[in-house]
T-cell receptor, first 113, second 119 residues
Framework: AQTVTQSQPEMSVQEAETVTLSCTYD???????LFWYKQPPSRQMILVIR??????QNATENRFSVNFQKAAKSFSLKISDSQLGDAAMYFC??????????FGTGTRLKVLA | GAVVSQHPSRVICKSGTSVKIECRSL??????MFWYRQFPKKSLMLMAT?????????EQGVEKDKFLINHASLTLSTLTVTSAHPEDSSFYIC???????????????FGPGTRLLVL
């Protein structure tokens, strides 16, 4: 079965510091996409970053970057220079060829001033 | 960026009534939309995949006669909760699939969600 695991229910980071959120997934497919979504208190899901499995280069979007380890089936999110506005629930998602997204259980990130 | 809207944002209804939730892709056409359900402090659970012009595909355990999905156009999908009961109270989120770029990278864009409370 295809599953996505986020082992950290909650994380805290000091403002301006760096934090890494972990995500592992289980699949037998070789071609797929991975995503990190942010859900602030408004509940609106916001795409943070996307990684294509066939690309070896890790995706980067400004302060957000991923460490994609395909063999280990690991897809962690690094947030640099954390800001108060980064506080939210973060969901890791896996999308195989069927277009159905499978979400992890989420990590609540707290940013301390 | 792509925008997906949902209406209403919140609804309160009496037990036994039906409630319709609309999901619209505002600036792109979406042949496929998805409906999720999210319980408090939980992840998103896919309920069904809505395909324009054809029947929706429901996930295991989701009652298709209770959660009616219609995808009549490329920009609108509706979810109707029929004969709602208190246990149907939840946060319902839709998303629309858009393919972009030369490599055909597909991304889902999410609506802001609808909070349903059944009394």
């Amino acid at each position: 079965a295809q599953t996505v695991t986020q082992s950290q229910p909650e994380m805290s980071v000091q403002e301006a510091e760096t934090v890494t959120l972990s995500c592992t997934y289980d699949t037998s497919e070789s071609d797929y996409y991975l995503f990190w979504y942010k859900q602030p208190p408004s509940r609106q899901m916001i795409l943070v970053i996307r990684q294509e499995a066939y690309k070896q280069q890790n995706a980067t979007e400004n302060r957000f970057s991923v460490n994609f380890q395909k063999a280990a089936k690991s897809f962690s999110l690094k947030i640099s220079d954390s800001q108060l506005g980064d506080a939210a629930m973060y969901f890791c998602a896996y999308r195989p060829g069927t277009y159905k997204y499978i979400f992890g259980t989420g990590t609540r990130l707290k940013v301390l001033a | 960026g792509a925008v997906v809207s949902q209406h209403p944002s919140r609804v309160i209804c009496k037990s036994g009534t039906s409630v319709k939730i609309e999901c619209r892709s505002l600036d792109f056409q979406a042949t496929t939309m998805f409906w999720y359900r999210q319980f408090p402090k939980k992840s998103l659970m896919l309920m069904a995949t809505s395909n324009e012009g054809s029947k929706a595909t429901y996930e295991q355990g989701v009652e298709k006669d209770k959660f009616l999905i219609n995808h009549a156009s490329l920009t609108l999908s509706t979810l109707t909760v029929t004969s709602a009961h208190p246990e149907d109270s939840s946060f319902y989120i839709c998303s629309a699939r858009m393919t972009s770029g030369g490599e055909g990278v597909e991304t889902q864009y999410f609506g802001p969600g609808t909070r349903l409370l059944v009394l």
